[in-house]
């Protein structure tokens, strides 16, 4: 398995500081999730226009995969009926995920409104996502998946499943989002075997609940199962990123990158027995 972490933890840091931290602490990969306080990357310089190409050579040059580019699109229920501006969304961003040479963008599932249905908003998400995975192929970049994160009601394990199976697209495909599911109480190995066939990319955090949400924690500080996690998924032969999601930007009093991010290698490493500690 290989290392990243996404951007959404270290907001502030220009792209080539992102770029050199990485390289710095052992990284090899690293999730496009905002820069420079802009969550949005299209509206930065560094991923517009003619830029674009510098900067995929810049990560190139450093040895450094763009393990995927996130948007926030939510491809739910019409979207507060702004359906047609999140798929746009989504079609900007695997436009410039073929020029950066990302194998991946995120997307959301959103939320079910109340008075749908799951087997009506599985379905309608499903013809997104299916929607979505054939833009990415008319794009000529035939090997970008269209990744849809556990996350709002398309949590657990069993509902995305259901999903990809409605779907049945070979350009979509999932990121696991482990606190997420965990805290749903699914039980991890459940929740690995039913989305294993789908598997592109595992986002990583620790994390305790404090009685209203999961509060993060230090990789190990936390009581999100992460060796086993990472057992699972070596049982299933998983050799793709696990993601550092350190948010941030979200939760601004948690420590700085510069301490967690060296930390999750460390901790990483240790479960999976590469280096003592």
């Known amino acids: 398995m290989k290392l990243a972490f996404s951007t959404l933890g270290c907001p502030v840091w220009s792209l080539d500081k992102v770029i050199t931290m990485a390289s710095s602490y052992g990284f090899q990969g690293v999730e496009l999730r905002g ?18 190409a510098r900067t995929r050579q810049s990560f190139e040059n450093a040895g450094i995969d763009i393990v995927s580019v996130d948007s926030s699109a939510s491809l739910s229920w019409r979207e507060n009926d702004k359906i047609t501006q999140h798929r746009e969304e989504a079609k900007d961003y695997i436009t410039l995920a073929g020029k950066l040479g990302a194998p991946l963008v995120r997307v959301f599932g959103g939320f079910i409104p109340s008075g749908v249905t799951p087997a009506n908003a599985v379905n309608y998400l499903a013809d997104n996502l299916s929607q ?10 035939k090997n970008i998946f269209v990744a849809l994160e556990t ?3 398309f949590l657990i394990g069993e509902m995305v499943s259901a999903v990809m199976k409605t779907t049945n697209h070979r350009s979509v495909g999932v990121i696991w989002d482990v606190s ?5 109480g699914e039980p991890i190995e459940k929740t690995a075997e039913l989305l294993m066939p789908y598997l592109k990319l595992v986002h990583i955090k620790d ?4 009685g209203k949400k999961a509060r993060l924690t230090f990789v190990g500080d936390g009581d999100v199962p992460i ?17 550092y999601e350190w948010e941030k930007v979200w939760q601004p009093d948690i420590p700085e990158p510069e301490q967690a991010f060296p930390q999750y290698v460390k901790m990483i490493k240790k479960y999976l027995g590469v280096t003592p500690v």
């Open 180 to 184: 997420n599911c965990f805290w749903t």
């Open 151 to 153: 996350h709002d009601s």
């Open 227 to 243: 060796p086993n996690v990472l057992k699972v998924l070596a049982k299933y032969g998983y050799q793709g990123y696990i993601s």
């Open 132 to 141: 979505l995975g054939d833009f990415a192929q008319s794009t000529g970049e």
């Open 35 to 52: 820069i420079n306080s802009t969550l949005d990357i299209r509206q930065t310089p560094e991923f517009s226009g003619e830029r674009i």
């Open 207 to 210: 994390s305790v609940w404090d």
